[in-house]
């Protein structure tokens, strides 16, 4: 079941909330002491998730719907640090990243118990059958339902967590649906970063169509990404000029960029600020970045 994009917070006493989760959703179907972990897209990915697939309950038979998650260096759920282990298939390669990359499964609704099918009860029913399961300590956590939903979304927002899913209590299960009864509603957060270098258009020399930005840190100006978003007609040609007079021979960022992202880059000297929207805090790399404008007020000394 797939949440309906909102514009706000649900709000009235129908309504239960919970955090939003940078992971990758799974249906875990567990019974006679086996879980088969499968993806959105129908595949089976069992084998990528030896630490979660050990049945917290045994012999019992349940069917959940949840998502895998992983922390950064900095304790937030971060997708970028599954990446490391979504594909991989080699026993020995996997057994390494369970202890490199540890994952948990937060577990979210219960489809199926002891045989009986759950997915006609309304979802207050549900989460409490959920919340009564026995897990222990098991890799499998049920994350906590909020009934304030603005507090959630504010809550959220300051922790740099992907945002909020707002459920109807009442709402019954249906599988592959996207349903008003679930909504999801992302953050957007607005920072400001250096520019260290921009990227033409393909097939042009001179027509910009992308900003490298870094982040000051006590050693130098940090990497964190390219920005293609917000920048095109007359946005950058104006940024185009104002970065004409900086030309540099080498990267002012203290770390390696990629090489996909320093293939092409005209490099510049790290003096323009520039505010950019991103989609949650605490990554190494922005997330759907969005160019917002150019901080005349501001210098890179002033975010140091």
Known sequence: ?????????????????????????????????RVRMTSRNGNDVTPAWPDLSAPPLG????????????????????????????????????ARLVTRVPATLMVFDLLRLD???LTDRPLEERRALLEGLPLGESKWQVPAAYDDGDMLFAATLQQGLEGVVSKRRGSRYRFEAR?????KLAHRHRGSFVVGGWRPQVGTADRLASLLVGEMTPDGLRYRGRVGSGI??????????????????????????????????????????????THGLGYDRLRQPSFQGVR???????LA
């Not at 998650?69 to 490391?84: E, K, M, S, T, W």
């Not at 005349?296 to 002033?302: F, T, Y």
């Open 59 to 94: 012999e019992r038979d349940l069917l959940v719907d949840g998502e895998v998650i992983a922390l950064n260096d900095r304790g937030v759920p971060d997708f970028r640090v599954l990446q490391h282990r979504m594909h991989v298939r080699n026993r020995q390669e996997v």
């Open 1 to 33: 079941m797939l949440a309906t994009k909102a514009d706000r917070v649900p709000t009235g006493a129908e309504w239960l909330h919970e955090v939003k989760w940078d992971g990758v959703r799974v249906l875990v179907d567990a019974h006679d002491g």
């Open 179 to 183: 349903s008003d009864d679930w909504r």
């Open 115 to 117: 045989g009986d099918d």
């Open 232 to 277: 095109a007609g007359a946005t950058g040609t104006r940024l185009a000029r104002l970065l004409e007079p900086l030309a540099a021979d080498a990267s002012p960022f203290a770390d390696e960029v990629p090489r996909e992202d320093a293939r092409g880059t005209f490099w510049v000297e790290p003096r323009v600020v520039v505010d950019i929207d």
């Open 296 to 302: 005349d007020d501001l210098s890179p000394e002033d």
